[in-house]
T-cell receptor
Framework: DTAVSQTPKYLVTQMGNDKSIKCEQNLGHDTMYWYKQDSKKFLKIMFSYNNKELIINETVPNRFSPKSPDKAHLNLHINSLELGDSAVYFC???????????FGSGTRLTVV | DAKTTQPPSMDCAEGRAANLPCNHSTISGNEYVYWYRQIHSQGPQYIIHGLKNNETNEMASLIITEDRKSSTLILPHATLRDTAVYYCIVRVAGNQFYFGTGTSLTVIP
């Protein structure tokens, strides 16, 4: 009965590869997000999607492309991976604008 | 959204109340105060939020000063599982959550 689930949990890949991280929520929420947490533990929002529509893109390189096939899914595709992309990526969702977010357990991406 | 200031770290004895302060002196009338926590290697967890009244739920209490320039998150009986980084965030409803550096709370046996 996981609310926000991400796969995979760990991802190790070489520079230059293309990879995807999947996110699904079973809460019926309309809005989903991607956050990146770097090695200094700073959490930064990357994207926000509302009902399959991109709402915010916070100065993220265009190598990162979110895709939302339906409002329960928000996948993150990354092209030409770089060492600096190594981080933990968290997916989240929310029900309404004043509610808090429900976060997934994260995907630890390591680029070697 | 207004900025917040939190102490970088705090300790609390197990079973005692943990009081985590947050300053948000530039908060505006339509901004809410939210608290999240992040236990090591897990995703952030929503705790509580409020506008101007004090709030309580099963996890914690939120005390907001009358001028709304500061707030305190209270964990009434801290346990070892409450060891985490606690984030105080101020935002207008509908805006994104911007996380700062938070307070690293260590509950000591």
């Amino acid at each position: 009965d996981t609310a926000v689930s991400q796969t995979p949990k760990y991802l190790v890949t070489q520079m230059g590869n293309d990879k995807s991280i999947k996110c699904e929520q079973n809460l019926g929420h309309d809005t989903m997000y991607w956050y990146k947490q770097d090695s200094k533990k700073f959490l930064k929002i990357m994207f926000s999607y509302n009902n399959k529509e991109l709402i915010i893109n916070e100065t993220v390189p265009n190598r990162f492309s979110p895709k939302s096939p339906d409002k329960a899914h928000l996948n993150l595709h990354i092209n030409s991976l770089e060492l600096g992309d190594s981080a933990v990526y968290f997916c989240a969702s929310s029900q309404a604008e004043w509610y808090g977010y429900t976060f997934g357990s994260g995907t630890r991406l390591t680029v070697v | 959204d207004a900025k917040t200031t939190q102490p970088p770290s705090m300790d609390c004895a197990e079973g005692r109340a943990a009081n985590l302060p947050c300053n948000h002196s530039t908060i505006s009338g339509n901004e809410y105060v939210y608290w999240y926590r992040q236990i090591h290697s897990q995703g952030p967890q929503y705790i509580i939020h409020g506008l101007k009244n004090n709030e309580t739920n099963e996890m914690a209490s939120l005390i907001i000063t009358e001028d709304r320039k500061s707030s305190t998150l209270i964990l009434p009986h801290a346990t070892l599982r409450d060891t985490a980084v606690y984030y105080c965030i101020v935002r207008v409803a509908g805006n994104q959550f911007y996380f700062g550096t938070g307070t690293s709370l260590t509950v000591i046996p």
